[in-house]
């Protein structure tokens, strides 16, 4: 059904109708539930220290032995909120705070070559990001505590590094 179609549909209903429709909607799907929920009571601090907190854990593990250290957790995240419409600031505090704890596992285990791979996407991500949205003044100063933290670290692809903070100048 085209969105041409879906309008006209909608316009035709009476007001009950698109009621139950919408009440439907919400009960038998969880994305739309999860939607409206965000919609009329967005509790967006609690929502960013929850993602916080399992990106936390994924380096830092609470309950298990070993750290599973998986940047796809941290971008299912990001994927939702910018879904939702979450503030783009927390966004990309969320973004810099995923480098941050990754720079911290990183000094106390041995990683593996993809590892820094993926940390390089996660860092040109931030940076593209907060140049779309307008807020890069505010980050410029975490954006470059994370690349002098890689470069003190030793970090593979430090040319790469270097060459995404091009678009800062």
């Known amino acids: 059904m085209s969105k041409r179609a879906l309008k006209t549909y909608l316009s035709k209903l009476p007001k009950k109708a698109l009621e139950e429709q919408l009440l439907e909607l919400y009960e038998k799907f969880p994305t739309v539930k999860t939607?409206?929920?965000?919609?009329?009571?967005?509790?967006?601090?609690?929502?960013i220290q929850e993602a916080k907190g399992k990106i936390s854990n994924e380096y830092f593990p609470l309950k298990r032995r070993r750290?599973?250290?998986?940047?796809?957790?941290?971008?299912?995240?990001?994927?939702?909120?910018?879904?939702?419409?979450?503030?783009?600031?927390l966004i990309a505090d969320v973004m810099c705070f995923n480098l941050e704890i990754a720079q911290t596992f990183s000094m106390e285990k041995n990683v593996p070559d993809s590892?820094?791979?993926?940390?390089?996407?996660?860092?040109?991500?931030?940076?593209?990001?907060?140049?779309?949205?307008?807020?890069?003044?505010?980050?410029?100063?975490?954006?470059?505590?994370i690349y002098k933290e890689t470069q003190s670290q030793k970090w593979l692809f430090e040319d790469e590094f270097s060459k995404a903070l091009d678009i800062l100048d």
């Open 115 to 145: 590892f820094y791979r993926s940390m390089l996407n996660s860092f040109n991500e931030v940076i593209q990001y907060t140049v779309v949205q307008g807020i890069l003044p505010e980050f410029k100063v975490r954006i470059l505590t």
């Open 35 to 47: 939607y409206y929920d965000f919609a009329f009571n967005p509790k967006e601090e609690k929502l």
């Open 67 to 89: 750290p599973k250290a998986r940047r796809s957790v941290a971008q299912k995240f990001l994927k939702h909120f910018i879904k939702l419409g979450v503030d783009s600031h």
